[in-house]
């Protein structure tokens, strides 16, 4: 399964990636951006499910080793959250493998809006217990597995909805909670990327610039983070979900 893209569209992805480092850095959801972006740019759904994951590799990978540098990651929960992680993630990508190419394309356009609009409506972070509760290692796994495996088939959103579940289960501050997350989104990342490429579902010369492109947009977001907030994340997401999508709706009419 390949793809030949020019260097105006390289270019065009590279920018869609550094936006979504951006919106990663604030809040989670990028892969609704670097996604419709790949579809947009004419690679077939399987190809772009795996492109996806090769690039956003990197990002996770990159946070996992700054929060883990900071001493923010919780060494007990990753543990158990890393292979739950894993093991959750194949499951996911399994079965994209067993989805028949041609049905694939609708069925990722259907996801792309379900989770634009959780995102889009989610009501802002719930506050942290002020005492952290005990962390359940049957419950960290649970989480770990169930995102995983939606982070292995789909993925956009991942890191948001990971964020919230450590919050809300764990009451932990939205930067340990960040921390967790990333344990488990790198995990399901590497685990995706490990077989999507062994199949060939990565088109790496659109991967590696969409890597370096997630890398200065996450730079970007401290200081989108620090001016507009969630509220700009929310605005800036809509309209660049609404717009790709539009243009892949158009397109799987006209097929």
């Keep these: 399964m390949s793809a030949d893209l020019s260097l105006p569209t390289l270019l065009f992805l590279a920018a869609a990636a550094l936006a979504a480092g951006a919106v990663d850095a604030i809040g989670g959801g990028g892969g609704l951006i670097t996604l ?3 579809l947009a740019a004419g690679l077939p759904a399987p190809l ?10 990197f990002g996770s990978g990159a946070a996992l080793w700054r929060y883990a540098r900071a001493g923010l990651v919780d060494g007990r929960t990753a543990r158990v959250s890393f292979p739950a992680g894993l093991l959750g993630s194949l499951l996911g990508a399994g079965l994209v493998l067993l989805v028949p190419p041609a049905a694939l394309r609708p069925v990722v356009l259907v996801l792309l809006l379900l989770v634009a609009v959780v995102l889009a409506f989610r009501p802002s972070a719930p506050a942290p217990t002020a005492v952290r509760r005990p962390r359940r290692m049957p419950v960290a796994a ?5 995102i995983g495996a939606y982070d292995g088939f789909f993925g956009p959103g991942t ?32 685990a995706a990327v490990a077989l999507f490429s062994a199949r060939g579902m990565v088109l790496w010369q659109a991967a590696l610039p969409m890597a370096a492109g997630q890398f200065l947009g996450g730079v970007l977001g401290v200081h989108l983070a620090v001016r507009g907030g969630d509220r700009l994340v929310r605005l800036v ?19």
């Design 159 to 190: 890191g948001t909805f990971l964020i919230f579940a450590f919050v809300i289960f764990f009451g932990a501050r939205l930067q340990e909670a960040s921390a967790d997350a990333k344990v488990v989104n790198f995990a399901s990342n590497l």
């Design 142 to 146: 649970a989480i770990a597995v169930a």
């Design 237 to 255: 997401v809509l309209a660049v979900v609404a717009a790709l999508v539009g243009k892949l709706g158009l397109d799987l009419v006209r097929a």
């Design 36 to 38: 419709p972006a790949l």
């Design 48 to 57: 772009a499910l795996g492109t996806n994951k090769g690039q956003g590799v």
